[in-house]
């Protein structure tokens, strides 16, 4: 286990508007903001969003999974963290959702998004978290898994 204590910075609410790219628009508002390492909660909709999953039955149900299903006019509920890409320059993001397709009575989908395109609105509240720095560097001995990771402070 990892784990620190976080200071938390400034909170922010912020409102994505139809047709937006989900993750370009979170990326712009980390960069404008100069935020590196966060929480976000959201709820909104999504026209279109790619998720981690298959429809075939898993042959290595113990090894991360890799493949993608795409789904349409989606309810979303979710959540997850910011973390400092140093390799790239950029926040990276770990989103997962609890979504309902609404033309087949809500049925539901959880998992991690991929990608996605905002439907109306999707309203977020994200909370930076000034220290210690969080990264996500890959673990090539865990699948190439990029786990959270916090900076050693004295």
Request: charged residues 25%.
């Amino acid at each position: 286990m990892r784990a620190t204590e976080i200071t938390i910075g400034r909170k922010f609410a912020v409102a994505f508007d139809h047709g937006e790219d989900f993750f370009e628009a979170l990326a712009a508002f980390c960069l404008e903001s100069g935020i590196r390492a966060g929480h976000v909660t959201f709820i909104g909709g999504f026209s279109h969003a790619r998720l981690v999953g298959t429809c075939e039955p898993l042959k290595h149900p113990e090894r991360p999974l890799w493949e993608d299903i795409e789904v349409e006019t989606l309810e979303v509920l979710g959540s997850g963290t910011l973390a400092w890409d140093a390799e790239n320059d950029r926040v990276a993001p770990h989103i997962h959702v609890s979504a309902g397709l609404k033309a087949d009575s809500a049925e539901g989908r959880t998992s991690h998004l991929l990608g996605a395109t905002v439907q109306f609105v999707t309203e977020l509240v994200i909370e930076e978290w000034t220290s210690p720095a969080v990264t996500r560097p890959r673990n090539p001995d865990l699948y190439d898994v990029p786990l959270l990771t916090f900076a050693q402070t004295d």
